[in-house]
Each structure stands twice: as structure tokens, then as C-alpha cells.
């Protein structure tokens, strides 16, 4: 069961009598309670997001609004950092793969952020729906197949299932052919793992895909990104690809698994539908937790509290949507006024397929093993020590294993998408041995995405 943080309980001399810790064990045990101590001082605070560096974090929805609705006071190119540009943040700390500058929409501003936007936002509008919620549900009923007939009929569901179906999505979407594809999976994986050279590993798949399809154009988002009227050079092109990677795949995988422990939990009322629970997770789980660092453009005073100019300023989605000010009037407001997906014009631009994507990955779950439970609490999970993400660390379940995989009892595979249908000279028409199929025990050797390309086809 996790303890209430108790700010009076802290020994002297602890960290914490300074600044509070947003990150460690101690947050991870009870991000709640850490949000709410902050409160008690006003609508922001000095808090330590990662050793030796200190943001002013957000935790009111009113004020979080103000900072993200008022883009001529604060702007996102961390080219600003005031304590960045002095030296005085770690040159390894893990604040920085966050928070440092990339040329993407993210951290532009003015007219640089509005081409580039613009490029992204166009690109995912043509995402045919019905071809999005058919990619997920391939996605997880590969990932389904995988552990559902072993005997133990047992799976920890973030690492087996959450984690890896945004991977496979969206290397589906980019139209990555199967080597590229393991790569950006072990890269961007690496990345939030904190594994070294994980950047370089992600930067050199995604260089490749881009020089492929400058050679070889297709029917996915790489494609439509190069070729979109705002004329992005190969470098721009990376760079909102990562975005999208990066913005899209962790935070999905927090809501797909929160939303499946919510649902499964033992406080869920029968019968509500799977968009509930994703609803509620977006209000009171927000998956990105504290991030969009902000940088005041000159001295702000907010509520009292001095900001000063190119110091950043961090939003806590969770702790603005949890707001006990904004909980008392809630009922009145829109389902879709939390700020899981931001606000201003920085707001993600994918809020609706990431909605799908959750729904249709929740969904698959409970379709494929309809007697699926939690073996623990909801209550008693643990969340990620992390300040960027509400995630839960693991997410364990048992249900009554499925048969054998073979064609009479695995669900119907879907024909691959066509921009992964085989191609003369391409490495994916190779021939398989005769008689290759997708069992539990896969005999292609390559990484997920490889794998799971051969079960599409059968092999």
C-alpha cells in the first residue's frame, strides 16, 4: 500500500526540505500526495526534476492554462535555459534528452512553429481511420498471440503488450521496412530506458528511412512529411519524426496501460465502456505528467510568484488535472477540457488517433481474453519513478490460456498494409522456408518489428 507524502515526516538535512524531488522512489510511491504539497504554497513552485536541476513547475489548471494560452510571454526553444547556457546543468543528466533544443515543432516558436506544425498536422490527416484501427488491432493481436497460449496463463501486460503495440504502430505508419523498423523500435526503447548511444541508434534508422523513400516514395507518413508543401529538408523531416515517436509512444503506452488496470480494477462499474476508462485516465492518470517547458520572455509575476525571464517553466498536466479547485466544478465541464494533450497552440496534434489507438488497444485486450483479471489491486500498483510519465511500472493479469497458435484458433490475420506488401528487390519478398508459421515460439530471428511483419504474412 503506498504512504501519503508527509512533508513533516522528512528528516533534516533531506533534499526535500529544499526543493521538493520530482523523481526517485519517494515520488514514485505517491505522485498524488507530492502534487498536492506543492499546491499548498500556490500555483507553482521551485521543484529538483532531475539532481541539480530546478524548473518552476505548474501544478494549478488555471495558471497552467495562462502559461500555455499566452504565447507571446512564454516561448519553447530552450535555446534560452538561463542555467544551461552558464554550465550548471549536468552535461548527463536526464533532464536534457527532455528538455534540450531540437529543430521540430515542439521547440519552435512563431512562424517557424507553424510551418512545421502544419507539415505534421497535415501528414496525420490522412491516416485513414478504419486502416489506423485495423494497423492497432493487428498490433495487438500479435502481441496477444504471444503470451496467451502458454500454459502458465500469465502475462505482466506493460512490458508484454502496452510497451510494444505503439512501437509497432506507428513503424507501421512510418512505412519502415523490417531492419529499419527493429532499429527505431530498439532506439526510441533505448532512449527511454536511458541505454547509451540509443540516439545515435534511432537517428541512423530514421536517416535510412528517409534516404529510402526519397528513392522509393509510399503511402505513409514519412512520405507525406518529405513531400508536404512546406518543403521540410531531410534534417526537419527527422526531427518531427522523432517528435511524433517520441510524443506518441510513451504516452500511449501509459494510457493503454492505466486505461486496461482501470478497467480491470476493482472499483470499475460493470458496464461502462472502454472510453471511460481512457477518459479517466486522461483526467486522473494524465500520461504525460510534467512536461512543456516554457521560457518567459521577460519577468512574469503569477499569483505572487516571480518567474523569472528564460528560467523554464514546467506544466503538471497531472497535478492541473487533479486541481481540487477544478474537481469542485468538473460535472460542469467538457469530458475534453483536461490537459492531457495540452492546450494553445502547442497542443498535440494526434489527440484523436492516440484516443483511437487506446480505445481499440483496450478493447482488443478484453475481446481476445474476455476472462482477463488483475492478479493485484489496482490500488497497490507502483508508478514510475519518473517525472515525465504516469506509467505504471507492471501491470500483472491472468486469464485462462488460448489454445495452440494455428489458423484454426488464432484470430484472422489481416493482409499487411500496403506499404509493407512485398517489393521486387526488397528484402521483405525473400522466401520463407516452406511450412513457417506464427506460432508462440516465432523462427524469424530478426527484431519485433521483423517478427511481427512474418506473422502478418503467415510465415
Not at 498536492?36 to 530546478?54: E, K, M, N, T, Y
Not at 536526464?94 to 512553429?113: E, K
Not at 505572487?304 to 474537481?327: E, H, I, M, Q, Y
Request: negative net charge; hydrophobic residues 40%.
Amino acid at each position: 500500500m503506498q504512504q501519503p507524502f508527509d512533508a513533516q515526516e522528512i528528516p533534516p538535512g533531506c533534499p526535500a526540505h529544499g526543493n521538493v524531488q520530482l523523481y526517485g522512489p519517494s515520488f514514485g510511491a505517491d505522485p498524488d500526495g507530492h502534487y498536492a504539497h506543492l499546491r499548498a504554497s500556490g500555483p507553482s513552485s521551485a521543484v529538483d526534476i532531475a539532481p541539480d536541476v530546478q524548473v518552476e513547475l505548474i501544478t494549478s489548471y488555471d495558471a497552467a492554462l495562462y502559461v500555455l494560452q499566452n504565447p507571446a510571454s512564454f516561448v519553447r526553444d530552450s535555446r534560452r535555459w538561463n542555467a544551461l547556457n552558464d554550465g550548471r546543468v549536468p552535461a548527463d543528466s536526464p533532464a536534457l534528452p527532455m528538455m534540450s533544443y531540437r529543430p521540430n515543432a515542439l521547440f519552435s516558436d512563431g512562424a517557424a512553429h507553424a510551418r512545421l506544425r502544419q507539415a505534421v498536422t497535415d501528414s496525420l490527416s490522412t491516416v485513414n481511420e478504419l486502416q489506423l484501427i485495423r494497423q492497432t488491432q493487428q498490433s495487438a493481436d500479435y502481441l496477444i498471440s504471444r503470451f496467451s497460449s502458454e500454459p502458465r496463463g500469465q502475462a505482466e501486460l506493460m512490458a508484454e503488450y502496452a510497451q510494444p503495440l505503439p512501437l509497432l504502430v506507428f513503424s507501421d505508419l512510418f512505412g519502415c521496412p523490417p531492419e529499419i523498423g527493429d532499429r527505431v523500435i530498439a532506439g526510441i526503447s533505448g532512449i527511454f530506458e536511458g541505454t547509451p548511444g540509443s540516439d545515435e541508434v534511432l537517428g541512423g534508422a530514421l536517416t535510412e528511412l528517409i534516404a529510402l523513400k526519397r528513392r522509393r516514395p509510399a503511402a505513409d507518413l514519412t512520405t507525406r512529411l518529405m513531400e508536404h508543401a512546406a518543403q521540410l529538408s531531410d534534417e526537419e523531416v527527422l526531427h518531427q519524426l522523432v517528435t511524433l515517436l517520441s510524443g506518441g509512444t510513451a504516452p500511449l503506452t501509459a494510457a493503454i496501460g492505466t486505461s486496461s488496470a482501470l478497467y480491470l480494477g476493482e472499483e470499475w462499474q460493470s458496464g461502462l465502456p472502454v472510453e471511460d476508462a481512457i477518459a479517466q485516465t486522461l483526467w486522473n492518470y494524465a500520461p504525460i505528467a510534467n512536461y512543456a517547458a516554457h521560457y518567459p520572455t521577460h519577468d512574469v509575476e503569477l499569483a505572487g510568484r516571480l518567474l523569472r525571464a528564460n528560467d523554464p517553466v514546467l506544466v503538471s498536466f497531472a497535478a492541473a488535472n487533479t486541481d481540487p479547485k477544478l474537481t469542485e466544478h468538473r460535472q460542469q465541464l467538457s469530458a475534453k477540457a483536461h490537459l492531457a494533450f495540452g492546450a494553445g497552440p502547442h497542443a498535440c496534434p494526434a489527440k484523436d488517433p492516440a484516443f483511437m489507438i487506446a480505445v481499440t488497444a483496450v478493447e482488443t485486450l478484453l475481446n481476445r481474453l474476455p476472462d482477463i483479471e488483475m492478479r493485484v489491486p489496482f490500488k497497490t500498483l507502483a508508478w514510475a519513478p519518473t517525472p515525465w510519465s504516469r506509467s505504471l511500472v507492471t501491470l500483472p493479469v491472468r486469464f485462462t490460456p488460448r489454445p495452440g497458435s494455428s489458423a484454426a484458433t488464432e484470430p484472422a490475420r489481416p493482409q499487411a498494409p500496403a506499404s509493407q506488401q512485398p517489393m521486387p528487390g526488397d528484402q521483405r519478398s525473400a522466401a520463407r522456408p516452406p511450412g513457417a508459421t506464427g506460432s508462440a515460439a516465432p523462427q524469424h530471428k530478426g527484431g519485433m518489428f521483423s517478427r511481427f511483419l512474418a506473422w502478418t504474412r503467415g510465415e
